[in-house]
Structure formats: C-alpha cells, structure tokens
C-alpha cells in the first residue's frame, strides 16, 4: 500500500508505533518532564479526548504559545497529545489510556488528571456491556495478527540487512557523512535528544507527516536505494551525537532500531529517507532541499551479486507489512463501533462546558472565545 503524504503546517508527530516487537510507546521519552505541567486524561474511545486537546491548543495558539502535536499512530486523524511551550511556562495534554497507559508521578503538583467519565452514562454503557466487551476482543485479536505479520517483516528486514551491509563502501559513507554534517556545529549544542517519529502504519494504512520538511532550512533527501538509506542516519545519528548536537529523531514504524529522519534544531538541517522515486515528489514541497544518492555509496560489483535478493526480499517484506495493515483495517471497524457506543453515552454538553473552563484556567477569562 502506498504511503500517504500529509501536509499539516503543523509541528506534528506520532510517539508511538506499531512494530515489529508489537505496540511501541516513546511517551516516556516525549513528554515525562518536558514541560511545567502535564495533565493526563483518562476516557474511553469516542468521549472527546482529541477534541479536548484540540481545543486547548487552539487556545493556546491564540494567546502565542507554540504547539507541538502528536497523532495516534493506529488513528492518524486522532491527537495523542500536544505540548504548549510559552514565554517562561509550558503545558502539556495526553492520552493516557491503554494500549500508551501513563501515570502522575507528582499528581496536584506538576500533573492533573483529566477523567472524561465524569461526563458518561454508566447506565448507557452497562446496556452494551456484551457488544462492548466483543468489540474490545476483535480488536484485540487484530492487533495480535497485525503484530505477527510486522514481526514477520521486521525478520526479513534483518535478512536483507544483512545482505545490504557488505555492499556499501565504508570509506565513501565516512567522508559522505563528514560532507553533509559540515557546518552543523556552528551553532553549538547541549546534546539534547528529542523524538518524534514521522511516519505510522496504522488503520487508514500508512501516513508521513511533513514536518521534517517544514522545519528544516537545509534538507537532505536520502533516497533509499536497494534499502541502505538507514545506514547512512545510523552514522549521522551517531557522529551528530558525539558532537553534542542537539538532535530529533524519527524512528522507523516498524523497525524501531531505524532512523528514517534527523532535525539537527541548532543549523535547522534535516536528513530524511524517502522512498525510490519519490525524492523529485519532495522537493517540489521543500525546493530548498537537495538529493542524496546511496547509489553512490555502494560497490557496484557487490550489488550486482545479490540485486535479485534484495529485491525479491524487499518485496516479502512488504507483502508481510501490507497484511498487517490488512488486519488494521479490521480492527478499525471495532475501533470505530466502540467510538459510536461510548458517544451515545457521552454528555457532551457538560464536557464542552468543562474545556471551556479548563482553557480559562489556563490561559485566563478571554480564552473562551478560542473555543
């Protein structure tokens, strides 16, 4: 299945994904001490958790705060969480439920729980008990046969790595990493690392955000040729932090252990793989940015021995992801019942009432109006 490119003008990442070693969460790393405070909400699907944040960061928009969004990596329609970052404050919202449960290690001090079944109809819910109950067990055993499937990929991946490796010309990728990182310290750093991945395979199949694109001044496509593009971020992540540059990376979706885009936040320089064929499609959304051919990097005569290998890999491998997505898609159709079930019960007057409040709170009296 084709990726889908999104353009959001947003700050805006996944910190989760589904992979290879089932469902993998970043959220201690995105937001455990990121800002001032962090208010953790509590709902079940359908009750309103995205529109709340939604809200709440239009709000803050308002008033001059800069947003950092992060989408669901199974619903990439749906919020995760965003992180508000004001002159001298900063806040953040999330979603703490299952399968990313996260908890207040300092609750009334520097978090808050935000607990949307206040607003329910327990009475309503009880009445759906059994259809609640099959539905959270459909979906349940789609994610466990998507899981196979992507760890069936992520096998593979690790044949073909292992078949890609010996082809590159380590001496060329060491003076091709120094080349592109040339200039990139002029700005010092602290070493801080940041994630936010770019790219989710979930049920609406696969979606890249365009954020690396949109806050990098310098751009570097990396096309992915016969699957050796991570091997060149694998030495720019490392170079760039033994030089104590202050970087974010994007882990690839499925294979965690891959970097498919570095932000180097100081020089604004970004390194992003893109798929064959696609790096002309990009520079049309980021003319700034230039081409890096693996191509180059490689020894002819070694590829031309396993080229058939690779490719025929590459394929399985992609068969593999794509019946993942396949079973994503089925456990998108519980998803969404349970979504209309937990709606049906929902005051969402009263919940509107209480973002309102909540933004006054934040953001003072005039903030209603953001709403």
């Not at 979606?207 to 091997?231: F, H, K, P, Q, S």
């Not at 390194?271 to 051919?293: I, N, T, W, Y």
């Not at 021995?305 to 019946?323: G, M, P, Y």
């Amino acid at each position: 299945m084709a990726t889908e490119y999104r353009t959001s003008k947003e700050q805006a990442y996944f910190a989760a994904s589904n992979s290879r070693g089932g469902f993998h969460s970043y959220y201690e790393q995105c937001f455990r001490h990121k800002v001032d405070r962090l208010f953790y909400i509590k709902g079940g699907p359908g009750t309103g958790k995205s529109t709340l944040m939604r809200q709440v960061a239009r709000c803050g928009e308002a008033r001059g705060y800069r947003v950092e969004y992060y989408y669901c990596s199974s619903d990439a329609d749906s919020l995760d969480a965003v992180l508000l970052y004001g002159e001298g404050t900063s806040l953040g919202l999330l979603d703490a439920t299952l399968p990313h449960a996260m908890e207040p290690v300092l609750p009334g001090v520097e978090e808050e729980i935000i607990d949307l079944g206040q607003f329910w109809n327990s009475s309503h819910l009880s009445a759906h008990r059994e259809e609640i109950i099959r539905l959270n067990g459909k979906k349940a055993a789609g994610y466990r046969a998507a899981y196979r499937y992507l760890a069936g990929a992520g096998d593979i991946s690790d044949v073909l790595q292992a078949t890609v490796e010996p082809c590159i010309d380590r001496e060329k990728m060491r003076r091709a990493v120094h080349r592109l990182l040339k200039g990139t310290e002029k700005n010092g750093g602290d070493g801080k690392l940041s994630i936010g991945l770019c790219e989710s395979v979930g049920m609406s199949g696969r979606v890249r955000l365009d954020t690396y694109l949109y806050l990098g001044e310098r751009v570097c496509l990396i096309e992915n040729y016969l699957d050796t593009a991570y091997m060149l971020t694998r030495e720019l992540g490392q170079m760039a932090t033994e030089r104590r540059l202050n970087v974010r990376i994007s882990y690839h979706p499925v294979l965690p252990d891959r970097i498919d885009a570095l932000l180097l936040e100081d020089s604004k320089t970004v390194f992003l793989v893109c798929d064959p064929g696609k790096g002309e499609e990009l520079q049309a959304k980021a003319p700034h940015s230039r081409l890096v051919h693996m191509r180059h990097l490689v020894v002819p005569s070694a590829v031309r021995q396993v080229r058939e290998k690779i490719r025929q890999t590459a394929r399985l491998r992609e068969a593999l992801i794509s019946e993942a997505q396949g079973e994503l898609r089925q456990v998108a159709q519980a998803h969404f019942e349970l979504e209309q079930i937990y709606s049906a019960a929902m005051n969402f007057d009263a919940k509107e009432r209480y973002t309102r409040e909540l933004c006054d709170q934040l953001f003072g009296k005039t903030s209603s109006s953001c709403n």
